[in-house]
Every structure is written in structure tokens, then in C-alpha cells.
């Protein structure tokens, strides 16, 4: 390089002759860069730290005071202190109904104001959160354990492949309260006559006092009493006399009056609806002849003091409906013989168009009647062959849970697994695709049901319920479980929905705060045929808010709405198919005060070591949090990564100093006039 520009025409300074040798060289020398494409390769040390998430629990029960302070303080004390110094690397978020991801001095910034905890949701949020860090080393969860909403925690937190240490934030004792665990009317009341309320009520600190309970009727004192409280923490039931009411769905508020010393009155009010009605339900049932089923079915309905029924037993050969069934709310057939269903089944299918309801029972008559299976207009269940026995137990379907034949005061439904399996199943059979299955065996149907025209269908097949009650009664198990199907099956059979193409009701009609309000919806075509394919429009209290929306197959669809306010909320909705309206419908509900985080307010320990135990980690209070130290902030690992940088022509800043470099010799050479 030396004897380049060592001569030039004309001649050049010293200096400039050596500027552009430098130029020169860095041209080449780049030019072999980019040719041989060097590499270097090195180890580069590096200390990381193990990802954790830490969840912190902002739902209304942290508000609770103990001791002189709330449980949230208690939380922001820890989190301002020496634990938040430990957790300062952990990614942070608070939960109650929903997660949320913020810095904890963010997250703690408000009072704790979520309307029910769902542990769930937050554990399985914790892995995306910590999708950022290279590994999630553990979850650290930070709660008073009042898990009320949402799937089991202790299931996720099984699979969630990290530990889960648990902080108990709050006193595993019960402070002094006094709370109303359930109300429960009876299932049907008549206009001018009496009823009775029956009452739950659990306390501590106040054992063995009376408190006064008071009903009112739209802000109306209708009943009062004073009731003694039982032991602390036992629940002690009570009746309370109702005056006479007027037809139609009634709101009462029950209330205990406040006392002193009591950590929340949020727990001492409750809200139902009763639905009063003008007139008991007549029912006609028909037997096609004697058995111990139909005794049975015999004696629970009449025991049931809000029916009115007339029992008949026909012949073999004798007429089925031998009598006008204009004055028939429901009629309930109980395994008649093959013909005769043939000869009656115009009558029967009129009847339930016109708005009446059909319980069809079928047994072993039926199935041995011989001769080919009788056809109906009707989604009813007709053996094909004789009956069989099945070791099976009955279960409930996917859809039968939500079901009013089969709801039990507590929402109950696991009762049928417990029984012993029935005498005779039926075996081939083919389900209509216009019902929903309530009950099976094996995935066979036992009960379906369906809304036909103005009125409603619920048919059963099998033999031997009225064992099922006997082996119930004798064995331990709840006696109700049958009787109430059949008590609960004529009740629902006996609403009427003349004519109405879109049909909807309430899961409940009083729903507590933080829980979701869910409206159960039937749709049908033109045809009284359930339509799977509407487009919907709501309001609720005269304003759009469209709520989530679930199908759940055979014309039945499924809204939802979440987080809404206490208050008394009427909603309306319309069905449409493209541009057509197929109908209208409203109803009501009511989100009350009283928030289910205040069900109970004590720490929840069992549930804070399971959730732990399930995905080994450990549990400790709150204030022993430095017991699990090590854990909650594991020291960084040493991670070695091996490097390499490297020249390739992609780089673009490589081309761009070549470009530069040879402009810049160009540009010189012209202003020196070289050659």
C-alpha cells in the first residue's frame, strides 16, 4: 500500500497522499472481511434469577378487621416491609373474580373491592404471566382461602408443574357474626292461604340469644319473630309463619336485625321470590294397571298438598282417556299398553299443543306388550324390546343438572350416582333430537325432556324407582331423591307456555353479589320445532347489554351476565332468525346486597394446604412467611451461554462503511483532479 499515491498527476501534498492510502487500505481491508467472514466465539457468564409469581387476593373478604386492622392492610404492611423486598423480583397480580397483572405498590394502592374470588382463574393465569422468565420457579399465592367462584384450585394447581406456596392471610377462628345461610319457601304456594318460610341461621359469639327476623314484601313488614341461635358455628333451622299472599311472583326480604359486636351485617339478609299461584295443579293420572312403581308414584304425588288428583287404572283393553282433559293442567300416563297409546295418541298430542303438560312413564307392561313399538307425534321414550337389568347406576346428564325437575334446594344432583342401579333399563333405544336428556344409565336415556307447542313433554323409561326409594331410606341415603324428581316433574310440567315461541327463566331468581345471574332460553321455528340458529337482542333494566352467550343444542341457548350491581334487574329479549322475528320474552331477577364473600369470613386453611400439597409446596400464615423465605425468593443460578459475532455480508452496516469508504476516495480524487 505504501507505493499506491506514492506518484500522482498532478502532484499532492504529502497528507493527502496519505488519506487516501488510508482510504485504499480500509476498502480492502474490508473487502477480505466480508470474503473470509471471520467468527468470534466466546463463553459469557450470567446470573439469573428464577421466575415467580406472586398473587395477591383483593376480593371483599380482605376487607374484614381483625384485631384492630383489615386483612389488606395486614397484605400492604407485609408487601411495604421485609416481604416485599423478598418478592421485589417476583411478577406481581392481584385477583378476585379476574387476575390482573400489576407492581404491588399499584396493586395496593385501592381497598380490596372484588365481589367473589376465584383462586382458580389466578393459578392458571400465573404461567403467562410468567411467560417472560426462562423457567416459572413457583407461584406464591396470598389469600384468606374464600375460594367461591370458579372451578376446584386444588385440580389446577395439580397441574400447574411448580409449586404453589400458600400465605393465609387473616384468623382460621370465626369472629362474632351472625348470618343467614339459606331461606327456602315451599315449591308452591296458594293466594289466601298461609305458608311458612323455612330458615338456616349459624353464628359465633352469640350463642344461645334470640334474634328478632323480620319479613318484608316490598319494603312491607309482613312477619316477625324473635328465634333462639344455636351453638357457635352449628347451623340451626327455624320456621317463620307467611300472612296470605296475592297471585304472582312475590319478593320477600329476610332479615335479621343487627347486633352489636358483629364483624359484618352484609350476611344478615336474604332475598327470595315465591311464586304464588291462584289455584292448585289438577292432574290426571292414568295407570294402564296396578304396580309397586305406580303405588308409589300414587302416594308421593298425593302427598304433595298443592296438586289436585284424580288416579284411574284401565284395563288391557279399555279405553286410555276416557274423559275431557280441558280441565287437566297435566297428565301423567304411568305405563299403559302398547295399543293403547296408538288409540289415544291424537288426544295426547292436542292436549300438550294446547298447553298442557305430559308425564309418560314406561315400564315393563309396555315393553312386553309384544307387537311392534307403538309411533307418537310426541318425543316420547318407547322401549323397543323388554326391559333388562343393568349394573349401572343412574346418573344425570350434561344438561340435566340445570334442569328444574331435577334441582334440589342446594343445587344437589350427585344423589342418583349413590343409588342402586334400577331393576329394569332399556336397551336400543333411540332419543328424539328435539329433547334433552335429564337422566341416563350407561348412556342410555332414562328421563328427556321437551317443550311441544304450547305445552311440555317429560318422558321416563325403567322399572323400580319405588326400590330406589325404599334402598335409599334403609341405606342412609337421602329418601328425596326420586320423590322429588316426580314432585318436581309435575310442578314443571304444570307452567304453562301457550303459544309462546321463545320461552326463558332465571337458573335464580335472587342471586348473590359477585355471582353470575344465568337466564336458561327455548326457541322455536314457525313450527313449534326447537331452532339451534337465532341471533338475540337484550336489554336489561331498558339499556342493550348483551350478555355472554352459551348453545346448548335443541333449540336451548344459555345467557350470562357477570359483575353486575345489587338491584332488581328486568330483562328483555328477542329472538331473530336473519331479519325474522320469531318472538319476544322478559323477566326478572335480583343481584342481593349480600355478597357470598361474606358467607364466612374465617381463614380457609384446609383449602390453602391442599392447593400447596397438590403442587408441593408448603403452607404457612401470613406472619410466618419468613419460614418459607428461601422458597418464596430462590437465589439466581449461574447460566452459561456461549456467543459468537461474526462479519457476513446481511450485516448492512458493514456495506454501507464499504460504500462510504469508496465514495469517499472518489470524491477526493475529483476534487484533486486525479486520474
Known amino acids: 500500500m505504501r507505493r499506491v499515491y506514492r506518484e500522482t498527476r498532478p502532484p499532492i501534498t504529502a497528507r493527502a497522499s496519505l488519506g487516501l492510502q488510508l482510504l485504499r487500505s480500509l476498502t480492502l481491508s474490508l473487502l477480505l472481511l466480508l470474503l473470509v467472514a471471520p467468527t468470534l466465539s466466546y463463553i459469557a457468564q450470567q446470573a439469573r434469577y428464577p421466575g415467580v409469581v406472586t398473587l395477591i387476593d383483593n376480593s371483599q373478604s380482605m376487607s374484614i378487621r ?8 395486614t397484605v400492604v404492611d407485609s408487601m411495604s416491609s421485609d416481604l416485599g423486598e423478598i418478592l421485589q423480583r417476583s411478577i406481581v397480580g392481584t385477583f378476585a373474580e379476574q387476575p390482573h397483572i400489576a407492581p404491588w405498590q399499584v396493586a395496593t394502592e385501592g381497598p380490596p373491592d372484588g365481589h367473589a374470588t376465584d383462586i382458580a382463574s389466578a393459578l392458571e393465569q400465573a404461567p403467562r404471566w410468567g411467560a417472560g422468565t426462562q423457567r416459572l420457579h413457583a407461584v406464591i399465592l396470598i389469600s384468606d382461602g374464600r375460594h367461591n367462584l370458579g372451578v376446584d384450585p386444588t385440580t389446577v394447581a395439580q397441574n400447574l408443574g411448580v409449586p404453589v406456596h400458600t400465605l393465609g392471610v387473616g384468623s382460621a377462628t370465626s369472629p362474632d357474626d351472625i348470618q343467614i345461610v339459606s331461606v327456602e319457601a315451599p315449591a308452591t304456594v296458594f293466594a289466601g292461604r298461609g305458608a311458612s318460610l323455612a330458615l338456616e341461621i ?18 312491607s313488614l309482613i312477619a316477625s319473630g324473635e328465634r333462639p341461635l344455636g351453638s357457635a358455628g352449628e347451623t340451626s333451622s327455624t320456621q317463620i309463619s307467611l300472612p296470605p299472599l296475592s297471585a304472582g311472583l312475590q319478593s320477600l326480604s329476610v332479615q335479621i336485625r343487627p347486633r352489636i359486636g358483629e364483624i359484618t351485617q352484609d350476611n344478615n339478609i336474604e332475598t327470595i321470590f315465591v311464586l304464588v299461584r291462584p289455584h292448585r295443579l289438577r292432574v290426571l293420572v292414568v295407570a294402564g294397571g296396578p304396580s309397586a312403581d305406580f303405588a308409589f308414584l300414587r302416594r308421593t304425588l298425593a302427598a304433595d298438598s298443592s296438586l289436585a288428583c284424580q288416579f284411574h287404572v284401565v284395563g288391557f283393553r279399555d279405553e286410555l282417556i276416557a274423559q275431557d282433559l280441558s280441565e287437566v293442567d297435566v297428565l301423567v300416563l304411568h305405563d299403559p299398553a302398547s295399543a293403547q297409546i296408538s288409540s289415544a295418541d291424537a288426544a295426547i298430542h292436542q292436549f300438550v299443543l ?37 349394573d349401572d347406576p343412574i346418573q344425570v346428564a350434561e344438561h340435566g343438572h340445570r334442569h328444574p325437575a331435577l334441582r334440589s334446594p342446594r343445587s344437589e344432583v350427585a344423589g342418583w350416582s349413590a343409588l342402586p342401579p334400577l331393576l329394569g333399563v332399556a336397551v ?6 328435539d329433547s334433552t336428556v335429564l337422566l341416563e344409565v350407561g348412556g342410555t336415556p332414562v328421563a328427556t325432556a321437551a317443550s311441544v307447542g304450547g305445552g311440555r313433554v317429560l318422558s321416563v323409561i325403567g322399572s323400580g324407582f319405588w326400590r330406589l326409594d325404599l334402598l335409599a331410606s334403609g341405606g342412609g341415603e337421602s329418601p328425596h331423591t326420586v320423590r322429588r324428581f316426580w314432585h318436581q316433574s309435575v310442578q314443571w310440567l304444570g307452567l304453562s307456555d301457550t303459544a309462546r315461541r321463545v320461552r326463558s327463566h332465571p337458573e335464580a331468581r335472587v342471586v348473590k353479589h359477585g355471582q353470575a345471574a344465568q337466564v336458561q332460553i327455548e326457541v322455536f321455528d314457525e313450527l313449534m320445532q326447537p331452532f339451534g340458529d337465532a341471533q338475540f337482542e337484550f336489554t336489561l333494566n ?27 334487574y328486568s330483562y328483555e329479549l328477542r329472538a331473530l332468525a336473519q331479519d325474522t322475528v320469531l318472538g319476544d320474552d322478559k323477566g326478572r331477577f335480583v343481584i342481593a346486597e349480600q355478597s357470598i364473600e ?18 408441593g409446596g408448603e403452607f404457612r400464615p401470613l406472619s410466618q412467611w419468613r419460614q418459607l423465605a428461601d422458597r418464596l425468593s430462590p437465589p439466581p443460578v449461574l447460566a452459561l451461554d456461549a456467543r459468537e459475532n461474526g462479519v457476513e455480508i446481511s450485516q448492512s452496516w458493514w456495506l454501507l462503511v464499504l460504500i462510504v469508504s469508496l465514495c469517499g476516495e472518489w470524491v477526493l480524487r475529483k476534487r484533486w483532479g486525479l486520474l
Open 66 to 73: 381483625e384485631g384492630g386492622s383489615s386483612r389488606w392492610s
Open 202 to 219: 349459624r353464628q359465633w359469639g352469640f350463642e344461645g340469644e334470640l334474634v328478632q327476623v323480620d319479613v318484608f314484601a316490598q319494603d
Open 354 to 390: 294446547a298447553g298442557g303438560g305430559l308425564l309418560f312413564i314406561a315400564g315393563e307392561r309396555l315393553s312386553n306388550s309384544g307387537g311392534p313399538a307403538p309411533t307418537s307425534a310426541l318425543p316420547l321414550l318407547i322401549p323397543p324390546a323388554a326391559l333388562q337389568t343393568s
Open 428 to 433: 336400543g333405544l333411540r332419543q328424539s333430537t
Open 542 to 568: 331498558n339499556q342493550q347489554h348483551m350478555p355472554t352467550l352459551q348453545r346448548l343444542g335443541s333449540g336451548q341457548y344459555l345467557a350470562t351476565w357477570s359483575n353486575l350491581k345489587p338491584g332488581d
Open 598 to 615: 361474606m358467607s364466612d369470613q374465617r381463614r380457609d386453611d384446609a383449602l390453602l394446604r391442599r392447593i400447596s400439597q397438590a403442587s
